[in-house]
């Protein structure tokens, strides 16, 4: 099959069933985060399958059936980063307490030490107070985003201090 009709194909299903496959997510998952990556994962997924797809008997199912694996594999993802993060934040109630007077050349070593978005993560996590919720929008990113950076940062933290 020429190159033009995968196209024409890919364009049509994509136009046809978006909304579609976008309400079918969106009533397993009411998270937006799931709801978002798995519409576009669906269809990045049936794009690398376009072969399959284009002489499928039901390539309506398929697209469901895909939809519904990538959004149980992106909610079980986001779970297990949700629980990482509860479980670190509760490690850092307990083990670190930052007041006002905080050491200036730690604080001063950390700002050379990391990116810049890094560093005002961190300001504004243990200095200013800000919920993982209110960085994220303080930073235009996704709370799922949010959350990951903020794990990473204490993962590298934690091998930079020990």
């Known amino acids: 099959m020429d190159r033009k009709k995968k196209i024409d194909f890919y364009n049509r299903i994509f136009l046809e069933m978006y909304d ?31 072969n399959e797809l284009i002489i499928h008997p039901n390539y309506k199912g398929w697209l469901y059936n895909t939809a519904k694996y990538k959004a149980q594999k992106l909610k079980h993802r986001l779970q297990q980063i949700d629980i990482h993060c509860i479980d670190l934040e509760e490690v850092d109630r307990k083990n670190v307490t930052i007041k006002e007077n905080t050491d200036v050349l730690f604080w001063d070593s950390l700002k050379n030490e990391l990116s810049a978005n ?45």
């Open 20 to 50: 579609e496959i976008r309400r079918f997510i969106l009533h397993y998952s009411r998270d937006e985060r799931v709801v978002d990556d798995a519409v576009q994962e669906t269809f990045l997924e049936a794009y690398r399958h376009i």
């Open 118 to 162: 890094d560093f005002k993560l961190l300001y504004l996590k243990y200095i200013q107070g800000y919920s993982l919720k209110d960085i994220a929008k303080i930073l235009k990113i996704s709370l799922g985003a949010c959350k990951m950076r903020h794990v990473r940062l204490l993962e590298k933290l934690k091998k930079t201090i020990t």
